[in-house]
């Protein structure tokens, strides 16, 4: 595209709403915007472009593409996203320079790189972030754009980096998904076993939770309670619980026969012990927070958050940090004065802003590089009543209450601590009980009885001991005389660890330090980029969506309660056993961290050509593990799993069977003497079940159904509900279906699932050029159009840890 007239500017935004926030600003004539409405492109299925790809068949595995075409998107409406881009191809007639002002982070570059690369734009590009949208934040975002001269270089590495993430994505999720299903699913599951990069090793974490509480054996173990009566007539009871439970009760009882006897002096120590405010919000903590407190869904918590950003009362939500950088210490004062305008009780607790308290360092709130995005903090622009309401009032309150403990002072209690020293056979034992009072809320007067809230245990963990405290300590001094009155042992037992909540879910897989024991381990998740963020699964913009696959698939379940704990299925059990067998580096959480932690180098790459080799090189890599793991699972057998335990299908829970359905199960159960299950004639999930379980089983040659000896023709009802599967999705229907019983059978595993799952309306007339890191090298393909991939299939979506972007693996280039 060349000039026509005098330089213009586009500016190219994520949302109309981020769009019109940022209008005013420009005045210029020659300027101008356009927006998309998420991801405007999205990958071909692989059925459409190939026809041998369109069944699920072992033996066309692995599908392993360079490159993969696109076609538009389509709106929430089902719209295509054609027109919008015609939009966009127009307004870039004539233009020098786009300046990319979508949201920031990979995503938010990848909406507008893939379609510049798409439209085939090759002027300059520069990358405005926009951590906020006030007008302050917008100043300063365009004052570091005018600083940052390569900008639009160093953006289009985050570009790879995204395109390399769903480049792996759609590979494991096609490929993983369809052999796994096809050779190591067992026929009780009728729901695909989905398979993932980020989703599989989360689930292997659950999974290895889950095992450790069902072989949890309790356990007694002894505490010791000394009473001791002062030569004042007062009488206090002291505890022995050391760090190490004591389990022998031969132990408990030799060390409470030597307390009986002890006559001694009491040490009594009094000090003030300072409770510093909790962090800012990062993403993954927020929704923790808003799970415990309200019961809400990460995704919704998530939903809440970009609406306040897009509206200009949040910084950008989808961040990793809980920190902010040491620059924005001036800001503290102006933001907080807005606060307590609308927090109007909490005025008189806003000291003079010279008052303010700014912790700095790792364990404050201010550092001098808090990452890619700092933490979710609230801005000067502050809601009114009339503005929002409901949930997105009680989330905006919530982050701007944080922003004001941050800046108070420590909160301060009045400890007193009494303990004695018991001499034992076992040597000398300490028994102590402490009492507190406040001194100084501090900070804590902002939450009031909701400050105990801040203090949050370890996922996944067993509930630890507890200090032994009172409400109320009698009046005792340093030194003071005292005889043990009595002493007795309490048993209690040990607990199994605690089941991760739905809320805790996304900080899990953000900390997976918190989450290993071996120090060797812990070392290697330690990110020294960002000390603060250590190695994890997935990114903050995604882990929130991982939950919602790991329910589709069977392979976990929700119980009960406000936040309500995950509970791993048998099919996710043994979903993960198989994994573990077969490649045990995929069910491997560690392993995963390390290997994303080498993904994330793609995005820093200081130039282009650097990116380029990086992604070109990662893709490689992918491609060698695809193969890998198709070869590894054609030599796996089908996994046995006790159907009893398998659910039915959520996929159509209303559909009756057919009748030849229902009769070929009845005579089934006559012939095996079995009872048919209850709900199996109205519910076609329960059905299908059953004779899955009892019919003659599939071969696991090639994942075709084939008979024992000879040709096996297929039942007349299979060959009728195959004509009328055939008519209603409108395609032909193969003639062999009435005589070969694999391939009917494959056309209606085929076409019965696209009944389930809806697929988008797509329009695949226009398929844009491909480009990837070989190309960008100078090495183009010969055949761009006819290399393949899905749009949003089961598997595509299986393997996609993004959860607002469509499987679009390959990468454009230049």
């Keep these: 595209m060349t000039a026509q007239s005098a330089s213009r500017t586009l500016f190219f935004f994520e949302k109309p709403s981020a769009m019109r926030q940022l209008q005013r600003f420009f005045k210029s004539p020659s300027t101008l915007c356009v927006s998309a409405e998420g991801h405007l492109l999205t990958a071909e299925e692989p059925g459409n472009l190939r026809d041998e790809w369109r069944p699920w068949r072992f033996d066309t595995l692995p599908i392993v593409l360079d490159r993969i075409p696109v076609t538009y998107a389509t709106s929430r409406s089902g719209q295509s996203h054609k027109p919008k881009i015609e939009a966009i191809k127009q307004a870039l007639q004539g233009v020098d320079r786009v300046i990319i002002a979508t949201d920031p982070g990979r995503e938010g570059s990848m909406i507008a790189w893939e379609v510049l690369e798409h439209l085939g ?188 950003y897009d509206q200009g009362y949040l910084t950008y939500p989808r961040t990793e940090s809980e920190h902010l950088p040491e620059s924005q210490t001036g800001d503290a004062s102006a933001v907080i004065g807005s606060v ?55 989330l905006w309150e919530l982050v701007a209450k944080s922003f004001l403990a941050a800046h108070l002072p420590d909160g301060i209690d009045a400890r007193t601590t009494v303990a004695v020293q018991v001499p034992t056979p076992l040597g000398a034992k300490r028994f102590a009980v402490s009492g507190s009072v406040i001194k100084s809320p501090g900070w804590r007067a902002v939450y009031g009885a909701e400050a105990d809230e801040e203090n949050e245990a370890v996922p996944g963990k067993a509930k630890p001991d507890e200090e032994p405290t009172t409400g109320r300590l009698p009046p005792v001094q340093d030194n003071e005389p005292g005889t043990a009155t009595d002493a007795r042992i309490e048993t209690s037992k040990t607990e199994p660890p605690r089941r991760i909540t739905r809320g805790e879910l996304p900080v899990v897989m953000g900390r997976l330090i918190d989450q290993v024991e071996d120090p060797a381990l812990k070392a290697a998740l330690e990110n020294p980029v960002s000390p603060n963020e250590p190695k994890g699964l997935g990114t903050a913009a995604t882990r929130d969506t991982i939950l919602p696959k790991l329910q589709k698939s069977q392979y976990v379940e929700l119980l009960k309660g406000k936040d309500p704990t995950i509970q791993v299925t048998e099919v996710g059990l043994a ?55 198709i070869g590894a699972i054609a030599q796996s057998q089908t996994v046995a799993v006790d159907p009893t335990t398998v659910s039915a299908s959520p996929a159509a ?105 809806q697929p988008e309306v797509i329009n695949r007339a226009a398929i844009r050029k491909d480009r990837s890191p070989a190309a960008a090298n100078g090495n183009p393909s010969k055949d761009r159009a006819s290399t393949p991939a899905p749009k949003q299939s089961v598997e595509a979506k299986a393997g996609s840890a993004r959860g607002r972007t469509r499987a679009r693996p390959a990468h454009p280039s230049r």
């Design 575 to 629: 979903f993960i056993a198989a994994v573990r067998r077969v490649f045990p580096s995929y069910g491997d959480p560690v392993g995963r961290a390390m290997f994303e932690a080498d993904l994330a180098e793609i995005g820093r790459a200081a130039t282009r050509d650097e990116a380029v080799r990086r992604a070109a090189a990662y893709q490689e890599r992918t491609r060698t593990r695809v193969q890998e793991l």
């Design 121 to 308: 734009y090759e002027g300059r590009v520069d990358r405005l972030k926009l951590g906020a949208l006030d007008e302050v934040s917008v100043r300063r975002a365009f004052a570091a754009l005018a600083k940052e001269p390569d900008s639009g270089e160093r953006d289009y590495a985050a570009y790879l980096e995204a395109l390399c993430r769903q480049y792996e994505d759609y590979h494991l999720g096609l490929n993983g998904t369809r052999a796994i299903s096809l050779r190591l699913r067992p026929p009780a599951c009728r729901e695909p076993w989905r398979f993932g990069g980020v989703q599989t090793p989360t689930l292997a974490i659950l999974a290895d939770l889950e095992q450790r509480i069902r072989d949890f054996v309790p356990q007694d173990y002894f505490k010791i309670a000394l009473t001791i009566a002062t030569d004042r007539r007062a009488e206090i009871t002291l505890w022995h619980t050391p760090k190490d439970r004591i389990l022998n009760k031969k132990v408990a009882e030799t060390i409470q026969q030597a307390a009986a006897s002890w006559s001694g002096r009491l040490g009594v120590e009094q000090k003030d012990v300072r409770r510093s405010p909790p962090r800012l919000f990062s993403k993954d903590t927020l929704a923790r927070r808003c799970a415990k407190r309200f019961g809400w869904d990460p995704q919704h918590t998530a939903k809440l958050a970009q609406d306040l």
């Design 340 to 394: 307590i305008e609308v927090l109007t009780d909490l005025a008189s607790l806003v000291p003079a802003a010279g008052d303010l308290v700014f912790r700095k360092g790792s364990k404050g709130h201010y550092v001098k590089d808090p990452g890619e995005h700092h933490a979710i903090v609230p801005l000067r622009k502050v809601p009114q009543p009339d503005n929002i309401s409901g949930d997105h009032r009680r």
């Design 653 to 757: 829970p209303g559909r009756p069977p057919t009748k030849a359905m229902i009769a070929f199960a009845t005579s089934l159960a006559a012939r095996k003497g079995v009872k048919l299950p209850r709900g199996l004639k109205s519910n076609g999930a329960i059905c299908r079940v059953f004779l899955d379980q009892h019919a003659p089983a599939r071969s696991s040659g090639s994942g075709e159904h084939r008979p024992r000896s000879g040709p096996r023709p297929p039942s007349e009802a299979m060959v009728r509900y195959a004509r009328a599967l055939a008519e209603e999705h409108g395609v032909a229907c193969p003639p062999e279906i009435a005589t070969d019983f694999a391939a009917c059978r494959a056309f209606l595993d085929e076409h019965a699932t696209r009944r389930a799952v």
